[in-house]
């Protein structure tokens, strides 16, 4: 049984259960070559960005709709008819018999010959699909909202991107490229395209993220406060300019990660009123939210998010604006961010608690623009 596909099914069917799959793959992947960790988190992220392409070809191939079959049965499923209409390299044979045996192992022998049987029939040519958001790989209701809000154009690309591996950015603020490193720069400073090689010990961080700090106008000296800084990466770029930076974040083992940052930790609730007396020269309010800008890199998110759960993220995302706003010094500047592509999240917040969106921030748009999506607002100061 291949180390690969052992991993790629237990990482699978712990994600069913609400695990993260970047998560679970950098956890269980440490022990593995670096051709079995590769093919594990290929099988992983194919399988979750076309979920909606194989569970249709799974009922056609089977008459039965996954949803009603075993997780061990549909998970496997899954991995044997990507690997057949994707992945060239892998024997049609390797992708049958060990998606058979996984079942077997996972003590569901009775379904191994419905196993064998669909994945036989499994073939490369063209499908007809019976929607666009099964062709996209979407559930229905999310392109229909990103018809509506983006236009129906612009919403294909949006998914069309989102099938698509994501490119890696890393955060070079000298702007020298270590040797063994062939990367290339971007329209923000510091932000650099890897293109190949060892990334060493520089930090991973999607250009969109990139692009929010710089809207901060931050300068030495300033006073600086990250609401919802974990995981750090834009305290870590805060923190160039030279500010003296207080990061806080709901969990203390979420702040773990920015123990090496010269900053003051606080573990607090955004959603109360913040327990600081003196205000803030600059304020990142970077809020937790859908993620629905990220489903390139987090594809299990778009079969998870129910339209009833944006009501809750705003709900949030409203408090900690009206208490985030409340520590800014006069004439001082918040950042409210997201990587939500969602008006719920991010024009529909500004108007709560403003009354109307500010005019000055960033709409990046996967597809349109490069990298996650994101959305961002300056508040305060010109």
Not at 14 to 35: N, P
Not at 222 to 233: E, H, Q, R, Y
Not at 249 to 270: F, N, P, T, Y
Request: aromatic residues 6%; positive net charge.
């Amino acid at each position: 049984m291949s180390p690969a596909r052992q991993t790629a099914f237990q990482v699978l069917l712990l994600v069913e259960q609400g695990g993260y799959a970047s998560d679970l793959l950098l956890s269980r992947t440490r022990g593995l070559d670096s051709r079995d960790a590769g093919l594990a988190s290929e099988i992983v992220y194919g399988c979750l960005r076309f979920q909606g392409q194989l569970d249709f070809l799974i009922e056609q191939l089977s008459g039965r709709p996954p949803q009603r079959l075993d997780p061990e049965v549909r998970v496997a499923l899954r991995m044997g008819v990507f690997q057949r209409r994707w992945l060239d390299r892998v024997p049609a044979h390797a992708a049958v018999s060990e998606s058979v045996d996984l079942v077997k192992r996972a003590g569901k022998r009775s379904s191994a010959g419905l196993v064998n049987a669909v994945l036989r029939k499994v073939r490369k040519g063209p499908v007809r699909w019976p929607d666009r958001a099964t062709e996209l790989s979407l559930p229905s209701w999310l392109l229909e909202r990103w018809s509506a809000q983006y236009g129906a154009q612009t919403a294909e690309k949006i998914a069309a991107a989102f099938l698509e591996p994501p490119a890696t950015y890393v955060r070079i603020p000298s702007g020298i490229v270590p040797e063994g490193l062939k990367a290339e720069p971007t329209e923000i400073a510091g932000c650099f395209r890897v293109i190949e090689g060892a990334r060493g010990d520089l930090r991973v961080q999607d250009i969109s993220s990139q692009a929010i700090v710089p809207l901060l106008e931050l300068r030495p000296g300033l006073s600086f406060l990250d609401v919802c800084a974990a995981p750090g990466n834009k305290t870590a770029q805060a923190l160039e300019s030279g500010v003296r930076a207080v990061a806080c974040d709901l969990h203390l083992s979420r702040l773990e990660g920015l123990k090496g940052l010269a900053c003051d930790l606080v573990v607090l609730d955004g959603t109360v009123p913040l327990p600081f007396r003196r205000r803030f020269d600059r304020i990142l309010l970077d809020a937790p939210c859908s993620g629905t800008g990220t489903l390139g890199r987090n594809p299990e998110i778009k079969w998870r998010l129910k339209p009833g759960d944006l009501a809750g993220h705003h709900a949030r995302q409203v408090k900690l604006l009206a208490n985030a706003l409340e520590v800014l010094a006069p004439g001082g500047r918040l950042v409210y961010s997201t990587c939500s592509l969602e008006r719920e999240e991010n024009q529909a917040v500004l108007e709560t608690v403003l009354g109307g969106v500010p005019q000055r921030g960033v709409t990046r748009v996967p597809g349109v623009d490069a990298g996650d999506g994101f959305f961002a607002a300056v508040i305060g100061s010109t």
